[in-house]
């Protein structure tokens, strides 16, 4: 096990009407907010009204962002700064899933930054001071209610790239499982793909010792397996959405990766690539990439985590032949994505055969020369995942 | 699942040499502390020596209590606030394992309290203000490192009691799995098996739909279950005493608790009273306890979860019928903290049969008139349970 620093500086309140909390947390730190949304569905699910009256009857004076975009991008990251310096807002409020919490901290970063906010995202500039900001977390999939990273996108560059600062984590998260009733049935299944994967990038580590880590992995990935099916069933199902939603924040607030190094990812580097040149969904690629991924990689020195992977969270018979566990493992991940009703490869969802090489290089580009420490990507790597992929 | 608020105020720094981090963290809240140690083998560690040269090469002046005992009591806390008072202390610094937090957490409190510190334990007044701690951890034990209670004894009246209050959470905890290297063999299976009763604790819950949070306890107690052993055998394991150390922490700091609503403990409260009258090692009477609690309250409403825990920690076949594997696990528990070398019976600990009783009622007294939410235990139950345990 490596050494770590463990501080998970944001509360949580989780459970139903919990949203009851927010006038009295928001007053904390402050008293003009930039209400941040998506498309729109917190209109037509009620969450906008609750919301909307609790702030009026707390006496706080709000302003709004909406049509933050699924893949969230810079330019409307611009057009919240503005609204939040013309109205000297001190407080960020986004109601929504990852993509409307990662604009509003890359919102409350760009505030005190007087140059273009993307130079943070690129790290031509450094994130130095950050509006306090609170979620109402509509969508379980990214984490962003309980981490202090946010992804941007700008479709200029074709570039879809991570910035984070621990200023950024979010003060509060408003958890309430039954907002993500409504949830349609694909954003379930990619929500969950994304905690799957969160969830991977952690556990396919390389560190060994880090046993406990490794073993809340297989927690979470079991309570995705079991509860994403039901949800999809039974999108009212309180247990299955309560579930998701806590895994959704445990899956990267630190807790498996404490312990773990410095350990860069592999599999969200390469989908984000996939986002920035066709704006798809973030979990979906993630889907699509995983068991292709995984079956790149495997090999003699890393068998023994896709052993420990196949036999603790597939029950896959241990006394069979490794190699063949190890496979059997990366099948089932595969048939339980498709199960969610995940396309399975990138051609479904629209991608072309000639744009993988240019990918590919971006990929490698943005992350210095090689993707992941599990096992770093080459290009050639790369390229061959999203062939695989096709 | 139920509601919680998740708050998880202490940061950690975790792993070798860590201890760098003292003076500087030390400095954000304090410049004159009270330096709280047990017996003195920090003195024979060296750990001693490592944070006293660190305090005074940070310009920060410090005072001492040493002698904390194994079950802290009353007496030893008032000694420190006299300290404290006398010397304007600032800053708590416990060195030591839970004892010595645990009597600094009451300190810290009492430090602000102008009557008897006791009635801060026994509920006659409430902890409103309490002095900063950050904590040296040496055992792998109570999670008090990560918790914001406290246990105390008061010899006087036989009683062991517990107190707690959001601020008397450390605001910082260093642990150093070295620094476990040189805890006696006795100590080590007492405080492996402290944190698997912790776990059982919020495991056995009678909350269905916690799934996750299942599945994490049960993740702390595969890592209590491979590296008790380990550290027996090979004291200066870093892996053993690594994941030993995380998951004393992570056993108590909410982890396994959120989730489960308002969980009244079994096994702690009739532990302690075997504590209060005999002061005996507290991890050691858990031992002994727990396979015989479980035995009690088995019954056909509560089998499942002991198939679940059979099946998940023990790798029991799950095609078995299922009291059969109920009793296995229950044997599987007995006959593992039998191997780490703790004491199978009460009367081995010289725990007389004429104290049965009297402890069962002051168990049954101290815990407004049952013990635990899980299936609440009269006084029959309390003294069947320690008639088995003899």
Not at 111 to 126: H, M, R, S, T
Not at 227 to 242: F, Q, S
Request: charged share 25%; aromatic share 10%; hydrophobic share 40%.
């Amino acid at each position: 096990m490596k050494n770590f620093d463990c501080h998970i500086p944001t509360k949580i309140f989780f459970g139903e009407n919990q949203i009851q909390v927010l006038g009295d947390e928001i007053k904390k730190y402050g008293s003009r907010v930039l209400l941040v949304y998506g498309g729109g569905s917190i209109k037509r699910t009620g969450v906008y009204d609750t919301v909307t009256k609790i702030l009026k009857e707390s006496g706080i004076e709000f302003w709004e962002l909406g049509g933050v975009e699924p893949n969230p991008r810079i330019t409307t990251v611009e057009k919240g700064i503005k609204i939040a310096r013309e109205n000297n807002i001190d407080f960020i409020l986004p109601v929504g899933g990852g993509s409307t919490i990662d604009c509003s901290k890359v919102i409350a970063a760009g505030y005190f930054y007087e140059g273009e906010p993307w130079d943070l995202v690129i790290g031509k500039a450094q994130v130095e001071k950050v509006l306090p900001i609170g979620a109402v977390l509509t969508l379980s999939a990214t984490g962003s209610e309980m981490d202090s990273g946010a992804v941007i996108s700008n479709m200029e560059t074709n570039q879809k790239l991570g910035v984070g600062h621990p200023d950024m984590a979010p003060k509060f998260s408003i958890l309430d499982p039954t907002y993500t009733f409504t949830v349609p049935a694909k954003q379930t299944a990619a929500g969950t793909a994304d905690i799957m994967s969160h969830t991977f990038e952690a556990y396919f580590s390389g560190v060994k010792g880090a046993f406990l880590q490794d073993r809340l992995a297989e927690g979470l990935l079991k309570a995705c397996i079991k509860y994403g099916p039901i949800a999809l069933e039974k999108p009212d199902d309180y247990e299955a959405r309560a579930n998701l939603m806590w895994a959704s924040s445990l899956a990267i607030n630190g807790l498996l990766e404490f312990g773990k190094g410095t350990n860069r990812w592999s599999v969200h580097p390469i989908q984000h690539e996939l986002s920035a040149y066709y704006d798809i969904t973030h979990g979906v690629g993630l889907a699509i990439l995983t068991p292709n991924w995984m079956e790149h990689v495997l090999d003699d020195e890393n068998l023994y985590k896709f052993v420990e992977y196949g036999v603790n969270v597939w029950g896959i018979d241990e006394s069979k032949e490794k190699h063949e566990i190890a496979r059997e493992a990366i099948n089932k991940t595969r048939e339980f994505l498709k199960c969610l009703g995940i396309p399975g490869t990138l051609r479904e969802i629209g991608i072309k055969e000639e744009d993988l090489e240019k990918m590919a290089k971006s990929a490698v580009e943005n992350n210095g020369g090689s993707v992941g420490t599990y096992k770093p990507l080459s290009y050639e790597d790369v390229l061959s995942i999203y062939k695989a992929s096709m």
